[in-house]
């Protein structure tokens, strides 16, 4: 799979362009490898979690304590998965299997540009080169699109009515928040 084609792939599906298939491959092979791309994109978040936790400790003027890897990878991958799961529920719902693999390749690899975005900006402030306030800004931001990306493409894809595509969008979303707010309140 080509990264950069999956970037532009996400943007024409976001923007309701029929040819939007010619940049994923849509088989088996191309769903497993937008799984990996999920898997690739956890060390971004643990960067983003790393410089959190450096502002924390600043805050605070406590000591800094390294976040735990394993089970932050875990809360992580549970997070990226939550979608996949309330998606399934949905499309049996709707009857809509046969758009089911389109709808969460093009999401994983949506998330996955986005997060390196996020992922990114959060590197340059562990540098210095931007301020905290402007990547959690950021992130706020990105947080965001994943809703405004899971709502356009419940619209665009599958295709649902937008108020189907909203309750959604929200559903995915409101799944997600509670996994990491269940998960992170257990590593605190």
């Not at 994923?24 to 956890?42: C, E, T, V, W």
């Not at 595509?165 to 799944?175: F, H, V, Y």
Request: contains cysteine; positive net charge.
């Amino acid at each position: 799979m080509n990264i950069i084609a999956a970037l532009f792939g996400c943007m024409k599906a976001l923007a309701g362009r029929p040819d939007w298939t010619d940049h994923f491959d849509l088989s088996r092979k191309g769903l497993q490898q937008s799984f990996i791309a999920l898997l690739l994109i956890i060390p971004a978040f643990y960067v983003i979690a790393h410089a959190v936790q450096l502002q924390r400790a600043a805050m605070f003027e406590i000591e800094l304590s390294a976040v735990p890897l394993a089970p932050f990878a875990i809360i992580v991958l549970l997070y990226l998965l939550c979608f996949s799961a309330v998606a399934y529920i949905f499309a049996m719902i709707f009857d809509k299997q046969d758009r089911f693999r389109p709808w969460v390749i093009a999401r994983h690899w949506s998330v996955f540009w986005l997060v390196l975005i996020v992922a990114g900006i959060f590197g340059l402030n562990l540098i210095g080169a931007v301020p905290f306030a402007a990547a959690n800004y950021i992130a706020l931001l990105g947080f965001l699109c994943i809703l405004l990306i899971d709502i356009r493409l419940a619209q665009t894809l599958i295709p649902f009515p937008i108020g189907a595509a909203i309750l959604i969008g929200c559903c995915i979303n409101a799944m997600g928040l509670v996994v990491i707010l269940l998960g992170f309140q257990q590593m605190i």
